[in-house]
């Protein structure tokens, strides 16, 4: 079973932020809803952001390590 627990999280952050609305005005299916194509593209944009933001923290260690 795959794990989608960053997705959901991001899709959920999306759903607050815009009201529960898409990018077209209409409303957002629930998570269980989406079907699992549109639940794997918010699991690879969740992952994404957590490799950019685990690389960028480690090189602030490496920075502030390194002084």
């Not at 959901?8 to 269980?32: C, H, L, Q, S, V």
């Not at 992952?47 to 685990?54: C, N």
Request: net charge negative.
């Amino acid at each position: 079973m795959e794990d989608f627990t960053l997705a959901k999280i991001a899709y959920e952050a999306y759903g607050a932020f815009t009201g529960w609305k898409t990018y077209n005005g209409r409303d957002m299916p629930k998570w269980d809803d989406l079907g699992l194509p549109i639940m794997r593209a918010w699991q690879a944009a969740a992952e994404e952001v957590r490799l950019v933001s685990r690389k960028e923290y480690i090189e602030e260690l490496e920075r502030y390590i390194l002084k």
